[in-house]
């Protein structure tokens, strides 16, 4: 038998060579081999942990070395081909998710282009991979001339979104592993933003942006949050084989770093900093909750395109 390539990455492995089981909520809730997860396609396997357990998260979030890929061979255990347009198309947002020369917000940007470009050729019922790879080419010289940071920088805002964005995590109901005080006064702020008149809200989404550019960890460990968005192209393998509508694949990334920014910036108003065990309790919260909440829009994908880039 073939036998086909398995990657670990290096929060697998770290998380595989811990001596005592993780005792964190989610876990004493499950049972098996929870949290850890493997993708298995008949061209190669993924192994990954689910952040809803914090352990994991940790190992996740905090490593700026967690997606060091470690690389064996394995017999194949699934009958579901990962095409060749699909893994190229997950290798190219992955490698733009990392590529040196952009920020976090440059990165979710360039995915959009490389998206909304593939919706296209998709549509025009034009699959071949070798498109991909010349307009990743193309990006990542973009990306090194500085030109993608220019785009990002003109890019028209649209409020409106955001609002919409937020009034929408009025509806997220978080398990947070926190303080008894903590934990409710996260849960009054998030359930208020389903009942503030729209002016509210839109004074509300200034404070929190506010409070985004004052939380010090994540801009100066910007790998946290570049690592969450790794996380779930490389897991989920982005776009993956089910996705119809790419517009729906870049809103489910930027609405995720959106609701985590927002989520951080809530908590330093009740809290004088925002610690390691802070990101790890809130993003494993987050974690958790999405897994019965995956988003689904209902429009076309230049139109959720847009949308997905405004929460940028
Ligand atoms: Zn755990």
Not at 21 to 27: E, F, I
Not at 251 to 272: H, V, Y
Not at 293 to 307: F, R
């Amino acid at each position: 038998m073939e036998l086909i390539e398995h990657y670990q990455p290096e929060y697998v492995v770290r998380f595989a060579e811990r001596k005592r089981a993780c005792t964190c909520p989610a876990c004493q809730k499950s049972a098996g081999d929870w949290p850890v997860t493997q993708l298995k396609l008949k061209n190669q396997q993924r192994d990954s942990l689910d952040a809803g357990c914090e352990t994991a998260a940790r190992e996740i979030l905090l490593n700026p070395q967690a997606f060091v890929l470690h690389t064996s061979t394995t017999e194949p255990d699934s009958k579901q081909v990962f095409n060749t347009w699909d893994e190229t198309l997950n290798q190219l947002c992955i490698n733009l998710a990392v590529h040196p020369a952009l920020a976090l917000e440059s990165s979710l940007y360039a995915i959009g282009v490389l998206l909304s470009k593939a919706q296209r050729y998709r549509d025009n019922d034009q699959c071949d991979p070798q498109e991909l790879l010349t307009m990743g080419e193309q990006l990542s010289a973009l990306a090194d001339g500085g030109i993608l940071d220019e785009q990002m920088r003109v890019l028209p805002p649209i409020e409106v979104n955001r609002v919409e964005a937020l009034e929408q995590m009025g509806a997220m109901r978080l398990t947070l592993n926190l303080p008894a005080m903590q934990k409710m006064s996260m849960m009054l702020k998030l359930s208020e933003l389903a009942v503030m008149e729209p002016a509210r809200l839109q004074d509300r989404l200034r404070e929190l942006e506010a409070g985004i550019a004052r939380n010090t960890l994540l801009t100066d460990q910007p790998h946290i949050l570049r690592n969450a968005l790794i996380y779930k192209l490389y897991g989920e393998c982005l776009p993956g084989p089910d996705a119809d509508n790419y517009g729906d694949v870049l809103m489910s990334l930027t609405r995720m770093m959106f609701q985590l920014k927002m989520l951080c910036a809530m908590w330093r108003e009740d809290n004088a900093q925002l610690t390691h065990d802070d990101v790890v309790a809130l993003f494993s919260a987050w974690f958790n909750w999405q897994r019965g909440n995956v988003w689904k829009g209902a429009n076309s994908a230049d139109y959720t395109l847009l949308c997905g880039l405004s929460l940028i």
